[in-house]
């Protein structure tokens, strides 16, 4: 079945450092690959989504890459502030994507102190 | 800018009662979906719903859940007969895409708590 594998510690940075998330899966080839965000208590925010023929997407200080021959997924936040800490998902499409269904990650929770 | 609505945002039920839980998408989104958060664990999905009838369903929807669009806005999630294992954090989410895949906009989420 589907698997997706993202860092189950937490991730502690220093301000100003770049923080790297990784995704894995495996028995799947997903068309896309969304990351979120999301906080104690609230809902997934959508921050990015790469498709499977991209390597690369950016936005702002959020930086993504999708390496479909390793199965993985980085996700880099550049600069990062305090603002910045929260549990970051890695999504994937459902294999049979009829219904557009996202499979997430346990998510990495990450914190950036000044 | 608009944003998915969700109501209560805590329900309290006792075992076996009959819970339904509201949400609003974004109005002129397309796909409609229910995901649901156990403490601690991860998001889960549960089913999907365009034009007016489910698009996919996990396992965990089984026939105690049911969904409905009642009108233009609403989107209701079903529960029979609630255990306690059904407690945990639901969260609607609403997409704009329609035959492509694109982000989902999530709800804050209705808390359900089984006693």
């Known amino acids: 079945s589907q698997k997706i594998e993202q860092n189950s510690e937490a991730l502690n940075i220093q301000e100003g450092k770049t923080a790297t998330l990784t995704c894995n899966y495996t028995?799947?080839?997903?068309?896309?690959l969304q990351w979120y965000r999301q906080d104690p208590g609230r809902g997934p925010v959508f921050l990015l989504l790469?498709?499977?023929?991209?390597k690369e997407k950016r936005k702002e200080r959020l930086k993504v890459t999708f390496d479909t021959t390793l199965k993985q997924s980085l996700f880099h936040i550049t600069a990062s502030q305090p603002a910045d800490s929260a549990t970051y998902l890695c999504?994937?499409?459902?294999?049979?994507?009829?219904?557009?269904?996202?499979?997430f990650g346990k998510g990495t929770s990450l914190l950036v102190t000044p | 800018e608009p944003e998915v609505t969700q109501t209560p945002s805590h329900q309290v039920t006792q075992m076996g009662q009959e819970v339904i839980l509201r949400c609003v998408p974004i109005?002129?989104?397309?796909?409609f979906y229910w995901y649901r958060q156990i403490l601690g664990q991860k998001v889960e999905f549960l089913v999907s719903?365009?034009?007016?009838?489910?698009?996919?369903k996990s396992e965990i929807f089984d026939d105690q859940f049911s969904v409905e669009r009642p009108d233009g806005s609403n989107f209701t999630l079903k529960i029979r007969s609630t255990k306690l294992e059904d407690s945990a954090m639901y969260f609607c989410?609403?997409?704009?895409?329609?035959?492509?895949?694109?982000?989902?906009?999530f709800g804050p989420g209705t808390r359900l708590t089984v006693t």
């Open positions: 989410a609403s997409s704009a895409s329609s035959g492509s895949p694109g982000e989902q906009y």
């Open positions: 028995n799947y080839s997903p068309a896309y």
């Open positions: 790469i498709r499977e023929n991209e």
């Open positions: 999504a994937l499409d459902s294999p049979s994507n009829s219904g557009y269904a996202l499979n």
């Open positions: 109005s002129n989104h397309l796909y």
């Open positions: 719903f365009y034009n007016n009838e489910i698009s996919e």
